[in-house]
């Protein structure tokens, strides 16, 4: 049977070019974000705009939920009623950025209402939700996921079976986090010193870009770090949030997680001093004022 309604719930940076591309690829979306211009933006695009989550997710044969936190999704699934609204055994995709032991209670509550569900958190950013190349980490029942599996595909370029409980993409999620913070700040680290000694920077960066140091992050984040004002792909906030959920999900493995935890606390620091919305990149900031090099 095939999916003939959609719920799309949180039209945020990434979500509205997430519903968005779902619409092109000729589902019918009925969104819903708090903000009025969100909805518009949507249905300028060919979706209809929900003037609440109940009415964006009745009779839906799915509802996707990108938003900030878990609270967040119990709020619009139960508080709100979207959950009830869903059409019989529909499913919930969850595809934000959530606590894994968080991720599998929530999947209890679902499925006690005789619906299904699926953890299904991404990685790729704007710039992946806009082309449709984002990274699925998809836990699930594999019936489940054959049938939804149209939908990710219109999402992203690399949907990925992770296992069969919920909790487990949010896992995978965290890993894939713990790496990606851990990268910019030893990246940070290694320019702070450079540029501390005085060697041009952008001579360092494109050694370092060629040897065996290199890394994604650092090809990305690496020339950001170098900028003042440096445009936001990425804020340090989200990592602040992130690399929490990291160590949350250590220590609900019972998992050491040293490097994960320091890194945390360099990103803590840079948006404790106000730089927060600023790019993630410059958590470099955090080391200048370390070593007494300012901001």
Known sequence: MALSRLAFVGLGAMGLPM??????????VHGYDLRPESRK??????GTAAETPIQAADGADAVLLMVVNVAQA??????????????????VVLMATCPPLAVEHL?????????????APVSGGVVGAQAAKLTIMAAAPAETLRFLRPVLDALGDRIFHVGERAGQGATVKAVNQLLCGV???AAAEALALAGRVGVDLDVVL????????ASWMLGDRGPRMLEDVPPVTSAVDIFVKDLGIVLEAGRGAGAALPLAALAHQLFVSTSGRGDGTTDDSQVIRAYRLLNGDGA
């Not at 519903?19 to 019918?28: E, Q, R, S, Y």
């Open 19 to 28: 519903a968005t591309n779902l619409v092109a690829a000729g589902f019918p």
């Open 41 to 46: 933006a949507l249905e300028t695009a060919g």
């Open 74 to 91: 119990e709020t619009v699934l139960f508080t709100e009623g979207a959950l009830d609204a869903l059409a019989p055994d529909g499913i």
């Open 107 to 119: 999947a209890e509550r679902v499925a006690a209402r005789g619906r299904r569900f699926v953890d």
């Open 183 to 185: 990268h910019i700040a």
């Open 206 to 213: 494109e050694i370092l870009s060629g040897s065996s140091a």
